[in-house]
């Protein structure tokens, strides 16, 4: 089979390169400690514990289709969650339960997204770094994946309202992930506001990624469903993207929502007619319950908050640290004392010295206009259990700023 041309620069994804990297080194130990995965976000606090009941109470519900938008009670559900905590008020014609967001953010290009704009070759915006599956989102469906830095100096945020005109003109379609993966910066209310009167005034959609949304430091972050309902933005020019898998600790489940206008639902459902993967109705019920159920978020909260000022007091005094307003990832930039701001060289180091596995920030990023964003930074992610994730960050800290 080949491999279609316009996949052919993709570099390879960052887990098989962090294993190429490590997994030939045997990892270092400190005394009394074992190594410390702090690489994938992968949530390991505990599930709700209505899950096993409610599934044992479903069984019979592997036996038949589920249904491939969500289940009435699951879609009322979610509804329910938007108004309480967005007051934003949904029919269940704008909302679609997803086999896990990644599908959502995918699909979502190719049913929203024109073969071309203006006559020209369209083109899908995203911060740098980002989550993978944008980019090859806009490549599917021949756009031109646009990698728009977002650093120190941007705040940590794409700056697409810098784009020059003709490039606005092109767009699409822009990705953004807020609280954002890696950094942890929130977009604020005016940040989502003046993007959304860029996406009014230059004809494009924006993809928000909140997948994080509910794991926070001081308040909970804006959702672009409050501000585009405050901004009075059509809504079918905003799609939503919400999961399960922070916010209740069910990465498994695979389940999570979009929300759009119900004309572009429409065309998400449409696709997803013939291409998707409804989730099993016993899931469904889960689903249901969990976005129904605040206890458990709040707990789960809690735990990350206490990771955040736990980390805090390990680096206190690091110069040019930013510390996270939510998410659960530290976005850590290298010294150039140690390791010449190599972040592939730097994490090698540290496994090889301390045990402890973090994920070059370069492998999330691509090159573009000279430069790679992540070069020179490592994300680590707050998952451990907490004596564990104080251990390791104990380690790096003394291994990479010692």
């Known amino acids: 089979m080949v491999f279609p041309e316009r996949f052919s620069n993709l570099p390879d994804y960052a887990f098989p390169r962090l294993r190429k990297l490590l997994d030939k080194h ?5 005394p009394g400690g074992a190594p410390v995965v702090m690489t994938i976000g992968e949530p390991r606090h505990p599930m709700p514990d209505f899950v096993g009941p409610i599934l044992a109470q479903n069984l019979a519900g592997f036996g038949v289709y589920p249904p491939n938008d969500g289940a009435p009670e699951l879609l009322s559900a979610i509804a329910a969650w938007v108004q309480r905590r967005y007051d934003v008020t949904l029919s269940t014609d704008c909302l679609m339960v997803l086999n896990g967001t990644r599908e959502g953010l995918f699909n979502a290009a190719i049913a929203l997204s024109p073969e071309t704009k203006n006559g020209k070759q369209p083109i899908i915006a995203m911060p740098n770094p980002f989550y993978q599956v944008y980019a090859v989102a806009a490549l599917t469906v021949g756009a031109e994946p646009l990698y728009v830095p977002a650093t120190a100096e941007t705040g940590f945020l794409p700056d697409y309202a810098g784009l020059p005109p003709e490039t606005l003109d092109r767009l699409t379609a822009v990705y953004i992930c807020s609280p954002a993966n ?8 005016d940040y989502l506001a003046t993007l959304m009167a860029l996406a009014e005034k230059h004809d494009f959609r924006i993809f928000a990624d909140e997948c994080y949304s509910e794991i926070w430091r001081d308040a909970p972050p804006p959702g672009a469903l409050s501000v585009a309902k405050a901004t009075g933005t059509d809504p079918e020019r905003v799609a939503v993207f919400h999961s399960l898998s922070k916010r209740s600790n069910l990465p498994g489940l695979r389940s999570g929502f979009v929300a759009t ?16 993967a409804p989730l099993p109705l016993p899931l469904q019920r889960v689903a249901q319950a969990a976005w129904a159920d605040e206890d ?9 908050q206490q990771k955040f000022q736990m980390a805090d007091e390990v680096f206190s005094g690091l110069h ?23 972040d592939e060289a730097a994490t090698l180091r540290i496994w090889r010295e301390t045990g402890v596995r973090v994920l070059p920030g370069s492998y999330l990023s691509r090159d573009a206009n000279g430069g790679n964003p992540g070069r020179g930074y490592i994300r680590v992610a707050l998952v451990a259990p907490y004596d564990e994730l104080q251990h390791g960050l104990t380690r790096l800290r003394d291994c990479l700023y010692g």
Not at 26 to 30: F, V, Y
Not at 263 to 269: D, F, Y
């Open 320 to 342: 040019n640290r930013v510390a996270p307003e939510g998410g659960f990832f530290l976005w850590l930039p290298v010294p150039a004392k140690t390791d010449a701001g190599d």
């Open 296 to 304: 458990h978020v709040s707990a789960s909260l809690a735990l990350y």
């Open 26 to 30: 045997a990892p270092g130990h400190a």
């Open 261 to 276: 206008g119900p004309q572009s639902m429409a065309q998400m459902r449409q696709l997803r007619n013939f291409a998707g």
């Open 182 to 189: 890696p950094q942890g910066v929130i977009a604020s209310v």
